[in-house]
């Protein structure tokens, strides 16, 4: 079967007995792009489950005392690269730990995933798009093991046919084989690795959403509470470990490539230099560094502040691999790559920071990129590291590439894209805007989420604004198709129905002129948008919120 566009072919299986359960099923993944057949029972299930099924969606209740002899003996007969994925909807509590009938589901299924009714439909959305794109990876996987079988049947007959050079053959079917168990060993790992960034930065969106209202919550309260040293040095603590938060959901989207970036020719060595201080105080005096870089080499094309963050990421952990001590070496110069599986063909600046500790087995290599992986004690590092090196690698075209033996130490090279006829940037700090007198203006804010509407109106108001707040694109443009006066419109990006920039293009073409912000979590909108808009990244504090507003509005 061709797996040239599976996409095209692949729909779902709904199976949802109850009540409308079906309709809103169907009506939830149509607008994910995703269409689906409803099936009577789990007989009829079984029955229409083929490789070009994406995934089956059931109730508990569809499933509840029925006989699933049919669908275990279907799975049972799967080929090794599938793995079907089934997504299971329970009433709240009746996940596996503590739901019996649920956890018999889990054992007779196997790649089960389960979602709790009542659940918003953003969160239906996003986990079907992340099994649609598993699903879609385990064709890609079946696509790449016949290409990999037809090659070494190309393979066999030539040696039948060359009876004369048998043995030359034969050690050439030899290392056909060994690549084979390595292509597929690295197609696991690259699977599993994108799994994991799908749920990552799902998780830290969401996670973000939550900060945000808990932030602005907490600045109004300081500001609206009589002063009593007692009651701000636990706001203070508050907003200290909310900030916290965001900075651990920072870390997480860059491991799953959706942090903001602002990519711009910089002088890597300039760079390098810079730092070279911070480094040797954030290092000790039990650890030497040196510094090699090459004279004449060009700009790469990379955001300043993570790159400063990355290599001082890279140069603690050189130090905690080096206990009695040791030396850091860090050395920049230019490198080719040809085509590779990490990697576009071209020229890049190659960043790299090793050291000589206690190395790294080729187990604990192949995980070191894993979120929340770690090998430090508990307490000393949060495994968030190198994943987020690897996503920021990724997110600039790049790559991470780390090599380590025991008792050989470690060497990590940041590979990074020349910036092609620009000169180097200058990295300063950007100087403090200048503040006009505070002025209201009427704000239309969107945001399909009730709890950020509330603190983020709050905050609005409090800066002196008249808001009209609405849960949906649809409300925000019946809002400026009346006579209400709008001066400017703060839009969420991920709203059901119509997206953030959606409305923006909506908005454009009814006024044109009129200021719009888009504040989101995401930082990489899909490439079909064509509007440029600037972008509040969530969660957001008062003051950044009043900066745009005085940007935008002059």
Same mark, same amino acid.
């Given at each position: 079967?061709?797996?040239?566009?599976?996409?095209?072919?692949?729909?779902?299986?709904?199976?949802? $007995?109850?009540?409308?359960?079906?309709?809103?099923?169907?009506?939830?993944?149509?607008?994910?792009?995703?269409?689906?057949?409803?099936?009577?029972?789990?007989?009829?299930?079984?029955?229409?489950?083929?490789?070009?099924?994406?995934?089956?969606?059931?109730?508990?209740?569809?499933?509840?005392?029925?006989?699933?002899? $049919?669908?275990?003996?279907?799975?049972?007969?799967?080929?090794?690269?599938?793995?079907?994925?089934?997504?299971?909807? @329970? %009433?709240?509590?009746?996940?596996?730990?503590?739901?019996?009938?649920?956890?018999?589901?889990?054992?007779? +299924?196997?790649? *089960?995933?389960?979602?709790?009714?009542?659940?918003?439909?953003?969160?239906?959305?996003?986990? *079907?798009?992340?099994?649609?794109?598993?699903?879609?990876?385990?064709?890609?996987?079946?696509?790449?093991?016949?290409?990999?079988?037809?090659?070494?049947?190309?393979?066999?007959?030539?040696?039948? %046919?060359?009876?004369?050079?048998?043995?030359?053959?034969?050690?050439?079917?030899?290392?056909?084989?060994?690549?084979?168990?390595?292509?597929?060993?690295? =197609?696991?790992?690259?699977?599993?690795?994108?799994?994991?960034?799908?749920?990552?930065?799902?998780?830290?969106?969401?996670?973000?959403?939550?900060?945000?209202?808990?932030?602005?919550?907490?600045?109004?309260?300081?500001?609206?509470?009589?002063?009593?040293?007692?009651?701000?040095?636990?706001?203070?603590?508050?907003?200290?470990?909310?900030?916290?938060?965001?900075?651990?959901?920072?870390?997480?989207?860059?491991?799953?490539?959706?942090?903001?970036?602002?990519?711009?020719? *910089?002088?890597?060595?300039?760079?390098?230099?810079?730092?070279?201080?911070?480094?040797?105080?954030?290092?000790?005096?039990?650890?030497?560094?040196?510094?090699?870089?090459?004279?004449?080499?060009?700009? /790469?094309?990379?955001?300043?502040?993570?790159?400063?963050?990355?290599? +001082?990421?890279?140069?603690?952990?050189?130090?905690?691999?080096?206990?009695?001590?040791? @030396?850091?070496?860090?050395?920049?110069?230019?490198?080719?790559?040809? %085509?590779?599986?990490?990697?576009? /063909?071209?020229?890049?600046?190659?960043?790299?920071? /090793?050291?000589?500790?206690?190395?790294?087995?080729?187990?604990?290599?192949?995980?070191?990129?894993?979120?929340?992986?770690?090998?430090?004690? *508990?307490?000393?590092? !949060?495994?968030?590291?190198?994943?987020?090196?690897?996503?920021?690698?990724?997110?600039?075209?790049?790559?991470?590439?780390?090599?380590?033996?025991?008792?050989?130490?470690?060497?990590?090279?940041?590979?990074?894209?020349?910036?092609?006829?620009?000169?180097?940037?200058?990295?300063?700090?950007?100087?403090?805007?200048?503040?006009?007198?505070?002025?209201?203006? !009427?704000?239309?804010?969107?945001?399909?989420?009730?709890?950020?509407?509330?603190? !983020?109106?709050?905050? =609005?108001?409090?800066?002196?604004?008249?808001?009209?707040?609405?849960?949906?694109?649809?409300?925000?443009?019946?809002?400026?198709?009346?006579?209400?006066?709008?001066?400017?419109?703060?839009?969420?990006? /991920?709203?059901?129905?119509?997206?953030?920039?959606?409305?923006?293009?909506?908005?454009?073409? +009814?006024?044109?002129?009129?200021?719009?912000? +888009?504040?989101?979590?995401?930082?990489?909108?899909?490439?079909? @948008?064509?509007?440029?808009?600037?972008?509040?990244?969530?969660?957001?504090?008062?003051?950044?919120?009043?900066?745009?507003?005085?940007?935008?509005?002059?």
């Amino acid at each position: 079967m061709s797996v040239q566009q599976p996409e095209e072919s692949m729909h779902a299986l709904v199976l949802a $007995p109850r009540g409308r359960d079906a309709g809103v099923i169907q009506g939830l993944f149509r607008d994910s792009g995703v269409e689906s057949v409803l099936c009577r029972d789990v007989a009829d299930l079984a029955a229409r489950l083929t490789d070009d099924v994406a995934f089956a969606f059931a109730t508990l209740e569809g499933l509840r005392n029925t006989d699933l002899r $049919p669908l275990g003996a279907w799975i049972a007969r799967q080929p090794k690269w599938s793995d079907m994925p089934f997504i299971l909807a @329970t %009433e709240r509590g009746g996940s596996p730990d503590r739901n019996p009938i649920a956890a018999q589901m889990l054992e007779a +299924l196997s790649n *089960v995933s389960f979602i709790e009714r009542p659940f918003h439909s953003t969160t239906l959305q996003s986990l *079907v798009n992340a099994t649609m794109k598993s699903r879609l990876r385990q064709i890609e996987a079946r696509g790449m093991l016949e290409q990999l079988k037809q090659s070494a049947d190309d393979l066999e007959r030539r040696v039948e %046919e060359r009876t004369g050079q048998l043995q030359s053959a034969h050690s050439q079917l030899l290392a056909q084989i060994a690549e084979r168990a390595r292509t597929e060993e690295q =197609l696991r790992h690259m699977q599993k690795i994108e799994s994991i960034g799908e749920l990552t930065g799902g998780v830290a969106h969401d996670f973000n959403n939550l900060l945000t209202a808990v932030m602005g919550n907490l600045e109004l309260l300081r500001k609206r509470l009589p002063a009593n040293p007692s009651t701000d040095r636990l706001i203070e603590g508050a907003l200290q470990g909310a900030q916290r938060g965001a900075a651990l959901t920072q870390r997480l989207l860059a491991f799953a490539r959706r942090q903001a970036l602002e990519p711009k020719p *910089v002088d890597l060595a300039a760079l390098v230099q810079g730092m070279s201080d911070l480094l040797r105080r954030s290092i000790g005096p039990t650890v030497e560094i040196t510094i090699d870089l090459s004279d004449g080499l060009p700009a /790469a094309l990379a955001d300043a502040n993570q790159i400063e963050l990355a290599l +001082l990421n890279l140069a603690v952990n050189a130090r905690d691999a080096m206990p009695d001590g040791g @030396t850091v070496s860090i050395s920049l110069d230019i490198a080719e790559s040809r %085509e590779s599986r990490d990697l576009a /063909a071209g020229r890049y600046l190659r960043l790299a920071v /090793a050291d000589t500790g206690v190395g790294m087995d080729e187990a604990t290599l192949q995980r070191a990129i894993e979120p929340f992986f770690s090998t430090k004690e *508990v307490g000393k590092g !949060t495994g968030l590291g190198l994943s987020m090196i690897h996503g920021l690698a990724q997110q600039l075209k790049g790559a991470l590439r780390l090599s380590s033996a025991p008792g050989r130490g470690t060497r990590a090279e940041l590979w990074l894209p020349v910036a092609a006829g620009a000169a180097a940037a200058v990295v300063a700090a950007p100087a403090a805007a200048e503040k006009n007198g505070k002025r209201g203006v !009427t704000v239309l804010f969107v945001d399909d989420d009730f709890l950020i509407r509330l603190s !983020t109106v709050a905050l =609005l108001e409090d800066l002196g604004h008249t808001v009209i707040n609405v849960g949906s694109g649809a409300e925000a443009l019946d809002v400026l198709n009346g006579e209400r006066k709008v001066d400017m419109v703060i839009t969420d990006y /991920a709203m059901p129905g119509m997206t953030g920039t959606q409305l923006a293009t909506a908005v454009r073409s +009814l006024k044109p002129d009129l200021p719009i912000l +888009l504040a989101t979590g995401y930082a990489e909108l899909p490439a079909s @948008t064509k509007l440029e808009l600037p972008r509040l990244s969530k969660p957001y504090r008062q003051r950044e919120l009043a900066e745009q507003i005085d940007t935008l509005l002059g």
